[in-house]
């Protein structure tokens, strides 16, 4: 087996890395909808925070850029036409989450504090890609732009990765590891259509997970500061969206 493929293999089976170390205790029950029993640990910080080292390392290191252009060759050179797949699969994750539901499979929490914490996971997502993106100009592959690091496309499907693992791990890990699945694959056909070099993706995909995470832990917080007078909020709605250039997530409350 090919190391690049046992690292995609790896990058996938990501949630049961997490369940490992986050330590499941018996109060954290499929009922439950308090987003306080996730709580912080350092180990839940191993896994995201070793794959944006690695792409950043991947910026200076001769020995990483020569990987990422061995990688570039070896697909370039199976590449009969490209798949715009990516652009759709980025957000199936955590489209997923509000379909489950709908479905009626609930997941740990409402409707709305679900959206309130998707909504904070893209916000630091987007706003760290977009300031990454534009201090490192780094090339594209395909030679388009100088916006490559890190991948957009693979943070916004690991960011919601996440998010559906943290709604339904309780439901099914495989729900979980569906989504890491898919977003595994989107960061693939980024560097399949050439649109990123290796480091781009796996650097994304620390960042979407990450995102997700702190968008957890910090909820309690924004729910009590922001959103305390609850009885106003009627109902919430969030939806991503992506013109062929930019991406994003808008968020409409209704109030009383």
Same mark, same amino acid.
Not at 17 to 27: G, M, R, V
Not at 118 to 138: E, I, P, Q, R
Not at 169 to 197: E, K, P, Q
């Given at each position: ?5 046992? +690292? %995609? ?7 049961? =890395?997490?369940?490992?170390? !986050? !330590? ?6 499929? $009922?439950? @909808?308090?987003? *306080? ?9 191993? +896994?995201?925070? $070793? ?22 060759? *070896?697909?370039? *050179? ?17 489209? #997923? ?17 679900? /959206? ?10 987007? #706003? ?7 201090? @490192? ?7 388009? /732009? ?8 693979? $943070? ?8 559906? %693992?943290? *709604? ?28 990123? %070099?290796?480091?781009?993706?796996? $650097? ?12 957890? %832990? ?5 729910? =009590? ?9 009627? #109902? ?21």
């Amino acid at each position: 087996m090919k190391p690049i493929f046992r +690292i %995609w293999i790896i990058m996938a089976l990501l949630p049961l =890395n997490n369940l490992l170390a !986050q !330590q499941l205790s018996p109060k954290d029950t499929i $009922a439950s @909808t308090k987003v *306080e029993n996730l709580k912080f640990h350092y180990k839940q910080l191993i +896994i995201p925070s $070793a794959l944006i080292a690695y792409g950043v390392i991947g910026l200076e290191s001769d020995d990483l850029k020569l990987f990422n252009a061995i990688i570039k060759e *070896e697909v370039n *050179e199976n590449i009969d036409s490209k798949i715009t797949l990516d652009d759709f699969s980025q957000f199936a994750p955590a489209i #997923s989450v509000y379909a489950l539901n709908f479905g009626g499979i609930k997941g740990k929490n409402n409707f709305k504090d679900r /959206s309130i914490i998707l909504a904070t996971s893209y916000l630091l997502m987007g #706003s760290s890609v977009y300031t990454l993106k534009n201090t @490192t100009k780094v090339e594209r592959p395909d030679k388009s /732009s100088f916006n490559s690091f890190p991948s957009g496309h693979t $943070a916004n499907a690991f960011a919601g990765a996440e998010f559906l %693992w943290q *709604e339904y791990r309780d439901v099914s890990i495989w729900y979980g590891i569906s989504g890491y699945l898919v977003a595994t694959g989107t960061g693939m056909f980024r560097i399949y259509n050439d649109r990123h %070099w290796f480091t781009d993706v796996v $650097a994304g995909a620390g960042i979407g997970i990450l995102s997700t995470k702190i968008a957890y %832990w910090i909820f309690p917080y924004i729910d =009590n500061h922001i959103f305390k007078s609850k009885k106003n909020v009627r #109902s919430t709605m969030i939806a991503p969206f992506y013109n062929g250039n930019q991406m994003g997530v808008g968020m409409i409350l209704n109030l009383k």
